[in-house]
């Protein structure tokens, strides 16, 4: 079953997450707590908050563990070799596999000019989170301007 990505809020609840990705809140909860790279950020009341990479990090997960058949240890290595501790994406393909299957949620606008990736992409490291919390911003401002 495909599910449409288009990121439609900046942030989503716990509940939210569990209808998305058809998984009992219990199970994200025991998710955070083996996948080092699943930690949804908390707001004022401590409640959970996640991202749309969050959910797609999810549905990766769930893939690995119930369609592919790993163990959590078989899948903790799978995305322990995508993601580096400094965050910084590993090419894998099956990630890649998983991105070309979910295309839909990176379609860019071509006439939105804002954050346009005419810049240098040599970056240094510290900018890396930056520009992917800048190409995360494009993509809600793009798909608010498909709204309208």
């Not at 080092?36 to 401590?46: F, S, T, V």
């Amino acid at each position: 079953m495909r599910k449409n990505f288009a990121m439609k809020k900046l942030y989503y609840s716990i509940s939210e997450v569990s209808k998305i990705t058809e998984l009992e809140q219990y199970v994200l909860r025991y998710w955070e707590t083996e996948f080092e790279n699943l930690k949804p950020a908390k707001n004022l009341a401590g409640n959970r908050i996640y991202t749309n990479k969050d959910i797609k990090l999810i549905l990766f997960i769930k893939k690995l563990l119930r369609d592919e058949k790993y163990t959590i240890e078989g899948a903790k290595k799978i995305i322990k070799n995508i993601y580096s501790k400094d965050e910084k994406r590993i090419e894998n393909p099956k990630m890649e596999k998983y991105e070309k299957e979910n295309e839909d949620t990176r379609h860019l606008n071509s006439e939105l000019s804002l954050f346009q990736n005419n810049t240098n992409t040599n970056l240094p490291k510290k900018n890396i989170k930056l520009k992917r919390d800048l190409k995360e911003l494009r993509n809600f401002l793009n798909n608010l301007l498909d709204e309208i």
